[in-house]
């Protein structure tokens, strides 16, 4: 390849990863809007959802996101009665995130979200597995190189 290519748009490996991922919560913003929820709304739901009562700390490492980004957004669901936040009894520097009822209720309206994104994917359930576990296995060998 020759040095004006390794510059091209259509070449980079950053630029796909960032484009269909904007296509991706794309698909799934209009679901989501009849919940009242945004994407990240949504994936800090889906952790709860798998393990209630978690530390900031664990939710931002669950959902690679920083207590800056985080803290607003919280805020924002605590307020829309969807979880509560309170700093923990043992360790006071711990806050911990809770579901309230109503988002315990959401779930219930949420398993229709993965088949309808799918669905719109256009993708095979064989392509989307394999495209997952490749994203998956990249984002483990980025994180080591991080290290």
Excluded at 102 to 118: D, M, Q, S, T
């Amino acid at each position: 390849m020759d040095k004006d290519s390794l510059l091209k748009l259509d070449n980079q490996l950053c630029f796909a990863v960032y484009a269909c991922a904007k296509e991706i919560t794309g698909l799934y913003r209009p679901i989501l809007d009849t919940l009242g929820l945004t994407y990240t709304q949504y994936i800090t739901l889906l952790v709860l959802w798998e393990k209630d009562d978690v530390t900031l700390k664990e939710l931002g490492e669950r959902l690679l996101l920083n207590s800056g980004t985080l803290t607003p957004l919280l805020k924002k669901m605590e307020a829309a009665g969807i979880l509560f936040r309170e700093r923990s009894k043992d360790d006071e520097r711990n806050l911990r995130i809770r579901l309230t009822d109503k988002g315990r209720e959401l779930k219930k309206a949420a398993y229709e979200i993965p088949e309808k994104v799918f669905c719109a994917s256009h993708l095979t359930m064989e392509e989307a597995t394999l495209l997952r576990n490749k994203l998956k296995e990249l984002l483990t060998r980025l994180s080591v190189t991080k290290r």
